[in-house]
């Protein structure tokens, strides 16, 4: 756990502290479906004891996806063992998790992602499998200087600019054009002056380990503009709230820089897009149980989770790939692992076991998630998968040791694909979904509400005019 992670046994406890360390604002912090952070800013005078055992009322007909105008009242309660200071307020804040509770009912909202993560974490501790397990995530992002969006009735469009971008290369600079920039798909660990991103990579992982989580390194990504920044891993749940803190710090340590960052897979053509690969180990009385002497030094047990993996990815896709541009990202010839299959230190599989030199260290690495995934969603039906094929011993087949990306069309054919389209995605997880709703982890709720929001958006890209259709078609 990292020295600057704050947590508290008791309301007491944080009282005396907020006192003490002469905290003016608590920021309570809650995810939506969609995994986007919100909060509410209580000021210390305001906070009490009440406060924490009582929770926040708020409006819930005014977040999207949950309730409807006639039952809007809900309730913010405090997890008050996960909190972490606030790098970016003008106050001395700090900020909390938070889980959302029925006002009336007094019970945990069925549709809080936080709350799915939770169940999902309780129903494999109550397994005679394991009781531990960890998750880590290797999150990409793209940093832009200037951002522009159109989308009117005659007009749609945006423009997307870097000084890193090798489109840049004529252009001109009041200071001169420099010169130094990765080109396509040549970004990957470069040192500066080609890699100009370097030192607000160092900010942004300073401030992710000040907010409390553990962190390992950064680099420069393949693409142009394209970073990654190393966190380490944590139990489900403490996994989730990272790649929100992470989030968080990425978008405003580059907004301070006069910057925008985004976690959008695939905001530039013919280029790599951003992934948010997820490693996993299950774990049982302080032993690894995903080591063993079979692939990869793999135990059967790992091999069985990565065939529910592999089983069940096109209805994972859904919530690991949650938008449309998602899919831009998993088209072959851009690093994407696009097959369903499993290898040994092969970047190009779905799943692939990363190099270990002891027991402990065995895990599986999840490579067709992207960061626009809820995180709390995408772990729990990822954690699910894999014990569904623990309990069913669906063995994943013999692995693929070759460069996938160079297979021929016959050799690819053969292998199974993740899904194409979010609604391709949306719609197997309508019919394949039982696997998620053992133990009450999901359920049928909260997937035809999640199925419902997203389709809005399939919906909305599908209808709009795009770009292209007027460039192939207008003369037609």
């Not at 004529?170 to 500066?192: C, F, I, Q, W």
């Not at 370097?198 to 990504?221: T, Y």
């Not at 992470?246 to 405003?252: E, F, Q, R, T």
């Amino acid at each position: 756990m990292s020295k600057y992670r704050l947590s508290f046994k008791t309301p007491a406890d944080l009282l005396k502290y907020i006192e003490e360390q002469d905290i003016q604002f608590i920021n309570c912090n809650f995810t939506d479906l969609c995994g986007k952070w919100h909060h509410i800013a209580l000021h210390a005078s305001s906070f009490t004891k009440e406060t924490i055992e009582n929770g926040i009322t708020f409006d819930g007909s005014s977040i999207v996806g949950w309730r409807n105008v006639s039952a809007s009242d809900m309730l913010i309660r405090l997890d008050i063992s996960r909190f972490s200071y606030d790098p970016f307020a003008a106050q001395k804040t700090v900020k909390v998790f938070c889980d959302i509770y029925d006002p009336i009912t007094n019970l945990a909202y069925a549709l809080d992602p936080r709350y799915i993560a939770k169940k999902a974490q309780e129903y494999f501790k109550n397994s005679e499998i394991g009781d531990i397990a960890y998750f880590g995530s290797e999150i990409e992002f793209f940093i832009f200087d200037d951002v522009k969006v159109i989308n009117t009735m005659n007009q749609v469009g945006y423009h997307l600019d870097s000084e890193e971008g090798p489109y840049n290369k004529g252009h001109d600079y009041a200071t001169g054009n420099m010169g130094h920039r990765p080109t396509v798909k040549s970004g990957y660990l470069h040192e500066s002056p080609v890699d100009s991103l370097s030192d607000i990579r160092a900010e942004m992982l300073s401030v992710i380990e000040s907010m409390g989580v553990n962190i390992e390194k950064h680099h420069h990504e393949v693409a142009p503009s394209q970073c990654k920044l190393g966190i380490g891993y944590d139990t489900l749940i403490g996994a989730a709230d990272s790649v929100q803190l992470y989030k968080h710090a990425v978008h405003n340590v580059a907004h301070g820089y006069g910057k925008s960052a985004t976690f959008m897979p695939k905001p530039i053509n013919g280029d790599n897009g951003s992934g948010m690969s997820v490693h996993q180990s299950l774990w049982k009385n302080g032993k690894p149980l995903f080591s063993g002497d079979e692939y990869a030094n793999l135990s059967e047990t790992a091999l069985y989770y990565i065939g529910g993996i592999l089983k069940h990815a096109n209805a994972l896709n859904a919530f690991t790939n949650p938008t449309t541009n998602s899919y831009k990202r998993l088209i072959p010839g851009y690093n994407a692992p696009v097959l369903l299959t499993y290898s040994a230190r092969n970047r190009s599989a779905a799943c692939r076991i990363p190099y270990a030199d002891k027991a402990q260290s065995r895990r599986i690495d999840v490579r067709f998630p992207d960061p626009t995934a809820n995180p709390y969603l995408a772990f729990a039906a990822m954690l699910m998968a894999g014990l569904d094929g623990i309990e069913n011993k669906v063995h994943p087949g013999e692995a693929m040791d070759k460069n996938l990306y160079k297979l021929s069309k016959d050799e690819a054919d053969k292998i199974p694909s993740v899904s194409t389209t979010l609604r391709q995605s949306l719609e197997i997880l309508k019919n394949n979904h039982d696997f998620l709703l053992k133990g009450d982890v999901f359920t049928k709720e909260l997937i035809d509400a999640y199925i419902d929001l997203k389709m809005e958006e399939v919906k909305l890209y599908e209808t709009i005019t795009h770009p292209i259709e007027v460039d192939m078609y207008y003369s037609s």
